[in-house]
Each structure stands twice: as structure tokens, then as C-alpha cells.
């Protein structure tokens, strides 16, 4: 789950973290009293979104205009920028074309900036550890540095038995150039970060730009916090943070079904149970020649209610061509799992092909009750059967569509 900028700097400060005073705005008048409130002269105000590159970003609305983050030199020219922002939608490199919709802005205290760094804190798969990432390539999106100068990336990980030491703040540290007070500074800093990583169970801090101001200070001037949706039930606090209106809506919808969907870009819906099972489904989809539209994991617990809303969500989606379930009946049997499937595809008018693969618990069965439904489900008797057809019926639906027949 992402959270915007001011909630994750919100948290960030509750653990020490160093960042700048600012008020979250609603509007041009809430965001000059929020102004008022810093000390000044220099405000920046700074749209909410959940993606980065706002700075270099543009509003579809004023395409020649200034970004999503601007400078302002008095309160009127904060409430200003508020007024031009609130309300329109904000393209940037992250967002995709359609951009999002700016709903409120931050206004934080000018910050006098010497340079600009960058640090983040992720799980790496490889190692399974907590890896901190530090580079002097700060403001600039990491992934290009990693491409073009991964010597620029500086990275420890943390030893999950002996945790993190603050010698290894100081190797980052002095790898980033730093030197007298701006070392303590830093180390207090990936301290206080480490531990809110942690104990907040996130996935992803990135403080980019971290920044060292004229003064020496070590300060975070942007935050993208990202949690571990999979430990969100020991936080119950911070699912109050969640913005449905940042979400893709069948994501949203399926959260809200206890089911565990991702949204992709391809054409083959796809309904499986188990997570592993449903990852295969989508290689072996790819490996045919064609590309899934989701991942959705149904759980153990499959039964008619719970495939009925997993086919709505699937259905939902414009590219859908075709749809493969593919399901393993082992608490949840084949006969249970196939009513389902008739009775979703009915309340549902169902229009487009539905290959279905059973195996295990009365599969037999199962298999009557399609065969026995009267619907146009294409029966599959293994996975790759399952591919090789659905793909196929994607294809011949483009065909007979391309002819107009
Ligand atoms: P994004 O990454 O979405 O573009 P940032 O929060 O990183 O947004 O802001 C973009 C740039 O704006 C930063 O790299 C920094 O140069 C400048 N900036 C952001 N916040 C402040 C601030 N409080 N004071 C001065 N400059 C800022
Ligand atoms: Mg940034």
C-alpha cells in the first residue's frame, strides 16, 4: 500500500526523522493559512499524488505551465500555485499519460539546498535482507542511475540477526562525500529510518532528494513510503492512510473481496486458486503467445459467492478476450468450484470464451456440471491444453472481429 508524501513524512518524523515543517491544503485558501504558519520567506507547495517525477511533471490542463512542485516567494504566491494545482490532473513520467488528479498540496518551508542525495531502503529478494541504497545522484529517478552508472549506487544490507550498526551509516556516509557534523547527521538519520522501516513493515522508503542544507543539516525533502500489504493487519492505524481514489478501481474492488488481484495490461483474464498456481497460469499464457490481464489468486476458500465477484472484477476490464480459470480442488472440490462457474457465468451474461481447467478433489464431477450447464465453456484437461485453447480462442475472436463476421 503507498501513502502520499505528507503521511509518510507525517510518520518519518514520529521516529526522529529529519524533515521540514509543512501543512497539507485542500484548497487555495487552506494552503495561504498553511503558508502563514511556516516561518518563510521561501514556500514550496507540492502536489499529492502517488508517483514521483512531480517536479519535472506538467498539468494536462496547462500543458507550457510549471510543474508539480513550485517555489513560492510570499503566501499569495503560495495560495496561487495551490489554485493552479487543486483540481487538475498532473502528468509525470510515473503516471502514465492519463496523469492523476491533484486533490490537495502540500506547503512546506523553503528548504536552502547545498546538494542532493538519494537513499532508500528496500527488501532485496536475492540477498533477503533490508538493503540501504545511498548515491550522490540525488532528485534523479534511481532506476536510470542503476542503468547507466550503477557505480553510483552505494548499497549495505542489513543482517537480519544482528540488525543495523552504525558503522555502516558511516561507510555509506563517507561514500557519499560527507564529512565533519553532516556524518553524525546522517548516521542519526539512517538510524531513526531503519527503525521506522521496521517497525512500520515497509517495503519501500525512498528519500528522493535527501538533502544536505547549507547549514550541514541532513534533511528529507521528498518520501515515498510504501508498506508490505501483508503485514497491514498489525497496523491498523495506518489503513486509515489508504486513498481509494489513487487505486485502480478492480484492485480497490478486489481488497474490499478479500481477493488477491493485480491488474496487468494483457487480454487473458485469469482466475486461478493459489499463488503459485496462478504465477504458472500466467507464464504458460505468455509461453503460448498471448499475455494475461491479471493476476488474481482466488484462495483456498473458493466457492460460488467468491467466483461470481472474482468474474465480475475480471469482466470488468475492457481488454478482457478471454477467460482461463484455472482451479485445484483440494478443500474446496471441483463440483463446489464448477457450480460456481455456471452460476457466475449466468448471473453475469458472460460474452466472452471461458476455458476452464478442474484437476483434483471429484474433478469428475465437476466436469459433468459444465458439460451438463448448456453454457459454451471450453473444457481443458491440463494446463498447457488450458493455454493452447484460450489462446487460441483470443485469436479467433480477433479474426472473425478484424473480418466483421
Ligand atoms: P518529485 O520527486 O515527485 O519530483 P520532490 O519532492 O522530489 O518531488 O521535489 C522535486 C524537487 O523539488 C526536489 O528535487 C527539490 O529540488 C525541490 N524541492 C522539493 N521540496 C522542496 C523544499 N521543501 N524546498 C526546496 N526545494 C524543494
Ligand atoms: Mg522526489
Not at 504566491?77 to 492519463?98: D, H, N, S, Y
Not at 497496523?235 to 489508504?242: I, S
Not at 499464457?285 to 467468491?306: E, W
Request: proline share 3%.
Amino acid at each position: 500500500m503507498n501513502i502520499h508524501e505528507y503521511q509518510g513524512k507525517e510518520l518519518l518524523r514520529r521516529y526522529g526523522v529529519a524533515v521540514l515543517e509543512g501543512h497539507i491544503a485542500w484548497n487555495a485558501d487552506e494552503a495561504a493559512a498553511a503558508a502563514e504558519k511556516l516561518p518563510g520567506p521561501i514556500y514550496v507547495v507540492k502536489s499529492q499524488i502517488h508517483a514521483g517525477g512531480r517536479g519535472a511533471g506538467r498539468f494536462a490542463e496547462d500543458p507550457q505551465g510549471k510543474g508539480g512542485v513550485r517555489l513560492a516567494k510570499s503566501v499569495e504566491e503560495a495560495r496561487a500555485a495551490a489554485e493552479a494545482m487543486i483540481g487538475k490532473t498532473l502528468v509525470t513520467k510515473q503516471t502514465g499519460p492519463a496523469g492523476k488528479l491533484v486533490s490537495r498540496v502540500y506547503v512546506e518551508a523553503g528548504c536552502d539546498i547545498a546538494r542532493e542525495l538519494y537513499l532508500g531502503l528496500l527488501v532485496d529478494r536475492e540477498t533477503a535482507r533490508v538493503t540501504i541504497m545511498a548515491s550522490t545522484e540525488g532528485g534523479m529517478e534511481i532506476e536510470e542511475v542503476a542503468e547507466h552508472h550503477p557505480e553510483k549506487i552505494l548499497k549495505v544490507a542489513i543482517d537480519p540477526a544482528a540488525g543495523f550498526s552504525p558503522f555502516q551509516a558511516r561507510k555509506l556516509a563517507f561514500g557519499l562525500g560527507l564529512e565533519g557534523g553532516q556524518v553524525r547527521s546522517f548516521e542519526k538519520f539512517v538510524a531513526s529510518l531503519t527503525r521506522a522501516f521496521h517497525e512500520l513493515d515497509c517495503a519501500i522508503v525512498e528519500i528522493n532528494p535527501l538533502v544536505v542544507t547549507k547549514a550541514g543539516e541532513i534533511v528529507a525533502l521528498d518520501a515515498k513510503v510504501s508498506f508490505d500489504d501483508n503485514a497491514l493487519f498489525r497496523h491498523k492505524d495506518l489503513e486509515a492512510l489508504r486513498d481509494d481514489s489513487e487505486m485502480d478501481p478492480k484492485e480497490l474492488d478486489a481488497v474490499k473481496n478479500d481477493l488477491n488481484y493485480v491488474a496487468l495490461d494483457g487480454e487473458i483474464g485469469c482466475m486461478v486458486n493459489g499463488a503459485g498456481l496462478a504465477m504458472a497460469t500466467m507464464d504458460i499464457i505468455k509461453l503460448y503467445g498471448s499475455s494475461p490481464a491479471n493476476f488474481l489468486d482466488v484462495g483456498g476458500t473458493a466457492n460460488a459467492a467468491r467466483v461470481t465477484e472474482a468474474f465480475r472484477i475480471i469482466t470488468s476490464d475492457v481488454n478482457v478476450k478471454a477467460i482461463l480459470v484455472n482451479i485445484f480442488g483440494g478443500i474446496a472440490k471441483c463440483d463446489m468450484i464448477a457450480a460456481g462457474i455456471v452460476e457466475a457465468s449466468k448471473t453475469l451474461h458472460l460474452s466472452v470464451p471461458l476455458v476452464v481447467r478442474l484437476e483434483g478433489t471429484n474433478v469428475e464431477l465437476g466436469k459433468k456440471i459444465l458439460a451438463e450447464s448448456g453454457l459454451a465453456i471450453i473444457p481443458a484437461d491440463n494446463l498447457a491444453d488450458a493455454a493452447r485453447k484460450v489462446v487460441a480462442a483470443v485469436n479467433e475472436a480477433r479474426v472473425s472481429g478484424a473480418t466483421g463476421a
